[in-house]
């Protein structure tokens, strides 16, 4: 398929990148290097950010790039993680190992799909219905880091797999709001309190934990968007009222 605007050729080859990352993070699984594996998802969820950000400013949004962008993400962020977490923890379930692991691709999948008929205008950037699927595989892969560092389980890590991956796929085909990031602004302080305090007490556990703390990040983000659906739910609210349109260009 010929791309009409050459300045796509940029976010697209940010894209194919996103699946090269993925693609050797499924190899480094299958040889079980776990931790670089890790490391690759986290690449390809960089260079999925990039490519969205250069499809903006260069005014190359389209149809052919969502498409692209989904089945980048679907290996990157689907296939990827869940062959981690089997390799790394499920492989000794055999046929149940590969159900659960497989639920991680399979309800990305659905996520993306899902996400694809529901976009309208790719000028606007909506908050995201369900768990965003990148979101999705970080937060497998820094647990992986964190917890499997040197290819044996470091406690809690056999009590928190099987909940943590239930959680994760739900997660995806839910309708759970999750914001998208809004622009780096003077007026956010004001407009987004919450957000610009998630991201201080991101740098505190940072500061001190280290880069293996950027699990429990992930993992406080996800909660805070179950508790905050839930809390929308027992006062009677619609919980898609936070979903705001941001342009992005």
């Known amino acids: 398929m010929k791309v009409k605007n050459k300045r796509a050729i940029i976010p697209n080859t940010l894209t194919t990148l996103n699946i090269f990352s993925g693609f050797v ?9 776990f931790i670089l594996a890790a490391y690759f998802i986290g690449i390809a969820a960089i260079f999925d950010v990039l490519d969205g950000l250069f499809a903006r400013l260069l005014g190359t949004s389209s149809e052919y790039g969502v498409q692209l962008d989904s089945l980048g993400d679907t290996i990157s962020f689907g296939a990827a993680p869940a062959m981690l977490i089997y390799q790394a923890y499920l492989i000794k379930f055999g046929f149940w190992g590969i159900i659960l692991s497989a639920l991680l691709l399979i309800f990305g999948a659905l996520r993306l799909a899902r996400f694809n008929i529901q976009v309208e205008d790719l000028s606007v950037k909506e908050n995201f219905k369900g768990l965003p699927i990148p979101l999705s595989a970080l ?10 560092p040197s290819g044996s389980p470091v406690e809690p890590f056999t009590y928190i797999v099987f909940p ?5 796929s739900g997660l995806l085909v839910s309708t759970v709001p999750y914001n998208a990031m809004p622009k780096f602004h003077k007026s956010m302080f004001s407009e987004s309190p919450f957000l610009v305090a998630f991201v201080a007490l991101s740098v505190v556990i940072l500061i001190f934990i280290g880069i293996k703390g950027i699990f429990y990040i992930f993992i406080t983000l996800i909660l805070f968007g179950i508790l905050r659906y839930l809390l929308f739910l027992i006062l009677g609210k619609n ?9 992005t260009n």
């Open 239 to 247: 919980p898609n009222h936070l979903k705001v349109k941001n342009k």
């Open 139 to 148: 937060t497998v892969a820094s647990f992986i880091y964190m917890f499997k």
């Open 25 to 33: 993070s499924l190899i480094f699984a299958g040889e079980k290097e």
């Open 164 to 168: 943590l991956i239930l959680l994760l």
